[in-house]
């Protein structure tokens, strides 16, 4: 357990009271289950979350040192930028803290598990430092006495079984989306990128059951009330959750840790993911052509795609379009590496550390080389990680296979210097 556990968390946390606690001694204490806490002092949701995330606290703790162990520690990994803040927020939790001066780990930890928004919560397994649950706001919520510990990864089917409805107030079970490719759309009628997904949407259901293909939409809503459902329902040719199972919503919300809406996670037949970015799929591809959408290793960069640079550090090749076949050949150049990348980190089930883009001369391009202070040159090979505004540049003539993969080998290291974005 220890091995894992320091190489996310280091070698030492903190206490509320200053003292540091070995990450090697959570063993000893019984710990099976580590919640990383990504949150600041301020007020709002964090606020809000760390009253309840203490009671919770409080009352596993109790209930699991009246049985002889503790199973769950809280590790808070802050985002606090001065350290009298951080030292206000750490006195006043229960559990312990990521030291405010470890900073490069906190933006790893950031990068690692996609956080893009605080307060997160995501819970991982002690012993292998493998993420168990990636929405652990709502285990607080839904499991309050803790009975479904360690709120592990439950099978699609399973999670998903009972009553679906479809538009027109027919019922049919969940079986009945066995054998087919699934996407669980996230979305709810009153946010406007929602519904501008949703036009687009169905048109490419349509096209994709038109093909031939064995395909269904599962909408989980996210609306506020029952008429909202229902409006926004009825646009829709595909099946739903119903409004009122509120803890099957839920539960497809922990199973794939929504963070925000719209997100279409795309199945395939087994109901294991393809991609968590049908959105981006079903906009980049309004013929259907590479339906079911199975994620490329090396994206071109577009408006669509473009969010995907805030989930984590993303290798950008900058090339000169003007020659039609220069993106192509970047890509090509590109792929090899990025798939190595990809396996060896799916190899240990975690997401691999970099996103594969080749940029080229658009207003897209021209908006990220501006917004990150980048030369005009091309080929330009540059790292850019968003969440820690740093930029790693390589300007080289050429750019070869064995450059890029130093370059990603160095970056991977903690050998390259950043610049500030």
Not at 2 to 22: F, H, K, N, R
């Amino acid at each position: 357990m220890a091995g894992a556990l320091t190489d996310v968390l280091g070698e030492v946390l903190v206490a509320a009271d200053g003292e540091e606690v070995a990450v090697s001694a959570l063993a000893a204490r019984g710990v099976s289950l580590v919640g990383l806490y990504f949150g600041c002092s301020l007020g709002g949701p964090c606020a809000q979350l760390g009253a309840s995330l203490a009671a919770f606290y409080g009352r596993f703790r109790g209930e699991a040192a009246a049985a002889g162990g503790q199973r769950l520690e809280i590790v808070f990994v802050s985002a606090e930028q001065e350290q009298q803040q951080w030292q206000e927020a750490v006195r006043a939790m229960p559990w312990l803290a990521l030291p405010f001066a470890d900073k490069h780990r906190k933006l790893k930890l950031w990068n690692k598990y996609r956080v893009s928004n605080i307060p997160s919560l995501i819970f991982i397994d002690a012993s292998s430092g493998k993420v168990v649950c990636r929405n652990g706001l709502l285990v607080i919520r839904d499991d309050p006495e803790g009975l479904e510990f360690p709120w592990g990864p439950k099978p699609f089917s399973e999670v998903v079984a009972g009553p679906l409805l479809r538009s027109n107030g027919q019922t049919l079970d969940s079986s009945a989306l066995e054998g087919s490719h699934v996407g669980v759309y996230f979305s709810a009628h009153w946010c406007p990128p929602c519904r501008s997904l949703t036009r687009v949407l169905v048109e490419s259901y349509r096209k994709i059951k038109e093909a031939g293909q064995k395909f269904e939409i599962l909408f989980v809503s996210a609306d506020r009330s029952e008429d909202s459902f229902k409006q926004y329902f009825s646009e829709m040719p595909w099946v739903a959750v119903p409004y009122a199972d509120e803890a099957r919503r839920s539960r497809l919300n922990r199973l794939y840790g929504i963070q925000g809406i719209p997100t279409l996670i795309v199945l395939d037949a087994k109901g294991e993911v393809i991609t968590r970015q049908g959105r981006v799929e079903v906009l980049n591809d309004v013929e259907c052509r590479e339906f079911p959408w199975h994620p490329k290793p090396v994206l071109e960069l577009t408006d669509s795609n473009a969010v995907q640079l805030n989930e984590g550090p993303c290798l950008v090749l900058f090339v000169d379009s003007e020659d039609d076949g220069e993106s192509e050949a970047a890509k090509q150049l590109v792929q090899p590496i990025a798939e190595k990348i990809i396996a060896k980190y799916k190899a240990k089930e975690e997401e691999a550390p970099l996103l594969f883009f080749v940029a080229g001369e658009d207003d897209m391009t021209d908006s990220l080389r501006d917004y990150t202070n980048l030369p005009e040159a091309a080929p330009l090979l540059t790292i850019l990680d968003m969440s820690a505004r740093a930029k790693y540049v390589m300007d080289v003539e050429e750019i070869t296979p064995e450059i890029v993969e130093a370059f990603v080998s160095d970056f991977l290291a903690d050998k390259l210097k950043p610049e500030p974005i």
